[in-house]
């Protein structure tokens, strides 16, 4: 008898390709909830692999693709067990969230999604983003990797180039970014920091947000660090937003964003290197 993993391996195998007498949509429902298995290669490198194929090559129907995007938004899926922090219940969320740049990539190729629900989308993202204390990168050679943080700043760096989203809606991502950016939590170690630059250039490549906008948000990270709270968490805070500040100068270097652009975030770097 052919078992759901069996199905899962010849698809693979096959390079994604959908099997013969196979309804995709019902077999990406069927294994969704394998994407919060603690086996970390069937869940990295099979589940995720093949619903993200078959959503951006469009397997399904557009309905169809939409309903999957709703239930991978839900309360069992990118909300499961939100707050939790050193649970399994984060590669449920992590991977979650990582599937959301596939609906993106889908959506940005060919319209599936209304402004509204693009714009619901992106602050869904960010109330996760704001919501997820589980800040582990790698994990276990088992269960391979959280990396929480990285995922959620990938999904917000594809949303940021959709044009359904505002000036204001970026403003909100910047503000997201730079909170999570900041944390006291825990000393980000697995390229966190780089990840999130990457979505934060992202947005500031729109060329849509005012300067004096971006200014206000790069000064704000330099006032969240305070050496008059405790040891060891100031400390996380300032390494982190000093890291974070440094990846983002020299992508946005590489990537071309205008100097003036670049200057608030100097100064918010420079101030921090002088505590």
Known sequence: MTTTLDRIADIVKAKGAVPEGCDPYAFAIEILPLLGSTDGKLREWRVFGILHLWTTRREMTDGQIRELLWTVTDADHLFSGIGETGTDSVFMRSFSVLLLTAF???????????????????????????????????????????HASAH????????????????????????????????????FVFEEDARLAAAVVRVLGRGSLPLARVATWAASLAPAVHF??????????????????????????????????????????????AL
Request: charge should be negative.
């Open 152 to 187: 959620a700043a990938d999904t917000i760096g594809e949303l940021s180039e959709c044009p359904e989203l505002t000036p204001d809606d970026l403003f909100d991502a910047l503000v997201a970014l730079g909170g999570k950016a900041a944390t006291d939590r825990a000393p």
């Open 228 to 273: 008059n709270d405790d040891l060891p968490f100031v400390l996380y805070r300032y390494v982190n937003a000093r890291n974070f500040l440094r990846c983002l100068l020299f992508q946005g270097e590489a990537a071309g964003l205008a100097g003036e652009m670049l200057d608030p975030i100097r100064a918010a770097h420079a101030t921090l290197a």
């Open 104 to 146: 993106v990539v889908a959506h940005r190729e060919r319209a599936l999604l209304s402004t509204e629900d693009v714009r619901w989308l992106h602050q869904t993202v960010l109330r996760y983003v704001r919501e997820e204390a589980d800040l582990r990168g790698f994990v276990s050679t088992e269960k391979l990797w959280a």
